[in-house]
């Protein structure tokens, strides 16, 4: 796990000799501090000034790189699970690793997230099995982990619901009493660009502003809502919408782990010590479907996504790694056996998983059943059993 911090000056001879990214001509300003080619800035400025870095040992880049293998890894062989007909449905994060990886080890122990249904990697680095969701996309289970034992809630399919729940517990970890300190509790709300044109996410802006909740908003911005671009939910950058709600924006690479573990860790800091929320954009690209259900390439170009493939967050990675002499080939030769086990692993689990019965939906309702429930499971058992030696 990365344990740098992102405060502390990076070693000269590792990073360029930039203080800010340069601008380049048709791409957005962000916080970058590693290029698509794998050259390290030393810092990067955010909007308001503020200064990002990290100071990571070689192990920690190292495990970074791991992480994103790994986890990429992994829901390539859930959405094989899918296609062979193993999963109901699956939403993959390909492309976006290095903005969940990155926010992911970000998180300290104290502090709550709250996913959508794409946070595999964050989930992965919050030490969860990645067998939890496919139990809930196989149809089996409600998803299965302690959200108070990992600090990390269930998936939400309901795009942008999970905001504000984010903001209410938030809310509470302030009235308790939880922020002012280092180690004070701070929440992050995951969600995508598509979200921000819902309701819910706007309200849940209004009320962590007003009530200074130690709220960090991280929006995944793949560029596309389904099938809608961004320019069909939004007129400015994401990131500036922060400022009518009365709280601090920026934009963040998010195909750049170091960047994104570097401006969410300073988010988090500055929500636990009291601050108040933000919200970071963290610009990527969705390269595969939005669900196992979609097809892009009705609503897509092939030179589009090959531009976005020449900035891979796993081949900047290695590039970093390479140049740097921090990594030879027999360590990404071990990374790649690892992935290739635990994925042959979780593949086997997830078909050992058991069917339950479809009656046993009923109980864990309510803790302590009710009439209707009753009824309820009743009616379905008899309907069940009208099918005994039939055909169906």
Same mark, same amino acid.
């Given at each position: 796990?990365?344990?740098?911090?992102?405060?502390?000056?990076?070693?000269?001879?590792?990073?360029a000799?930039?203080?800010?990214?340069?601008?380049?001509?048709g791409?957005?300003?962000?916080?970058?501090?590693?290029?698509?080619?794998?050259?390290?800035?030393?810092?990067?400025?955010?909007?308001?000034?503020?200064?990002?870095?990290?100071?990571?040992?070689?192990?920690?880049?190292?495990?970074?790189?791991?992480?994103?293998?790994?986890?990429?890894?992994?829901?390539?062989?859930?959405t094989?699970?899918?296609?062979?007909?193993?999963?109901?449905?699956?939403?993959?994060?390909?492309?976006?690793?290095?903005?969940?990886?990155?926010?992911?080890?970000?998180?300290?122990?104290?502090?709550?997230?709250?996913?959508?249904?794409?946070?595999?990697?964050?989930?992965?680095?919050? %030490?969860? !099995?990645?067998?939890?969701?496919?139990?809930? &996309?196989?149809?089996?289970?409600?998803?299965?982990? #302690?959200? =108070? +034992?990992?600090?990390?809630?269930?998936?939400?399919?309901?795009?942008?619901?999970?905001?504000?729940?984010?903001?209410?517990?938030?809310m509470?970890?302030?009235?308790?009493?939880?922020?002012? %300190?280092? !180690?004070?509790?701070?929440?992050?709300?995951? &969600?995508?660009?598509?979200?921000?044109?819902?309701? #819910?996410? =706007? +309200?849940?802006?209004?009320?962590?502003?007003?009530?200074?909740?130690?709220?960090?908003?991280?929006?995944?911005?793949?560029?596309?809502?389904?099938?809608?671009?961004?320019e069909?939910?939004?007129?400015?950058?994401?990131?500036?919408?922060a400022?009518? &709600?009365?709280?601090?924006?920026?934009?963040?690479?998010?195909?750049?782990?170091?960047?994104?573990?570097?401006?969410?860790?300073?988010?988090?800091?500055?929500?636990?010590?009291?601050?108040g929320?933000?919200?970071?954009?963290?610009?990527?690209?969705?390269?595969?479907a939005?669900?196992?259900?979609?097809?892009?390439?009705?609503?897509?170009?092939?030179?589009?996504?090959?531009?976005?493939?020449?900035?891979?967050?796993?081949?900047?990675?290695?590039?970093?790694?390479?140049?740097?002499?921090?990594?030879?080939?027999?360590?990404?030769?071990?990374?790649?056996?690892?992935?290739?086990?635990?994925?042959?692993?979780?593949?086997?689990?997830?078909?050992?998983?058991?069917?339950?019965?479809?009656?046993t939906?009923?109980?864990?309702?309510?803790?302590?059943?009710?009439?209707?429930?009753?009824?309820q499971?009743q009616?379905?058992?008899?309907?069940?059993?009208?099918?005994?030696?039939?055909?169906?």
């Open positions: 796990m990365a344990k740098g911090d992102p405060g502390v000056t990076t070693r000269g001879r590792r990073a000799p930039r203080s800010k990214r340069a601008a380049v001509a791409e957005p300003e962000l916080v970058q501090l590693l290029t698509p080619e794998g050259e390290r800035i030393e810092s990067a400025l955010g909007p308001d000034g503020t200064e990002y870095r990290v100071d990571f040992t070689d192990e920690e880049y190292r495990g970074l790189y791991r992480d994103l293998v790994l986890v990429r890894k992994l829901d390539a062989e859930a094989a699970l899918q296609r062979q007909g193993e999963l109901g449905l699956w939403a993959s994060l390909l492309g976006q690793e290095a903005a969940q990886v990155g926010a992911g080890r970000a998180l300290r122990t104290q502090d709550m997230a709250f996913p959508t249904y794409r946070e595999h990697g964050v989930l992965y680095c919050r %030490g969860i !099995d990645p067998i939890m969701p496919l139990g809930l &996309f196989r149809g089996v289970d409600q998803g299965g982990w #302690d959200p =108070n +034992e990992f600090k990390f809630n269930m998936y939400t399919i309901v795009i942008g619901a999970q905001t504000l729940h984010a903001a209410g517990y938030a509470g970890v302030a009235m308790d009493g939880k922020t002012g %300190g280092d !180690d004070g509790e701070a929440v992050i709300a995951f &969600f995508g660009d598509g979200a921000t044109s819902q309701g #819910d996410v =706007n +309200e849940s802006f209004v009320w962590a502003s007003v009530f200074n909740a130690p709220l960090v908003f991280f929006c995944q911005n793949n560029q596309y809502a389904i099938s809608e671009p961004l069909r939910q939004t007129r400015v950058p994401l990131y500036k919408r400022a009518g &709600f009365g709280f601090p924006g920026v934009r963040v690479d998010g195909n750049d782990v170091l960047a994104s573990y570097a401006v969410t860790r300073h988010a988090l800091d500055n929500a636990r010590h009291g601050q929320p933000s919200l970071i954009e963290a610009y990527t690209y969705r390269m595969g939005h669900t196992t259900s979609d097809d892009p390439t009705r609503y897509r170009i092939a030179s589009e996504v090959e531009a976005w493939q020449a900035k891979d967050p796993i081949a900047r990675m290695k590039a970093f790694l390479t140049k740097q002499q921090i990594a030879d080939e027999s360590f990404f030769t071990e990374v790649d056996e690892q992935a290739r086990t635990e994925s042959v692993h979780l593949r086997e689990r997830v078909l050992a998983m058991p069917d339950p019965e479809p009656v939906m009923f109980d864990h309702v309510y803790p302590n059943g009710s009439p209707e429930l009753d009824e499971r009616q379905f058992s008899k309907y069940l059993a009208s099918f005994e030696g039939s055909a169906h």
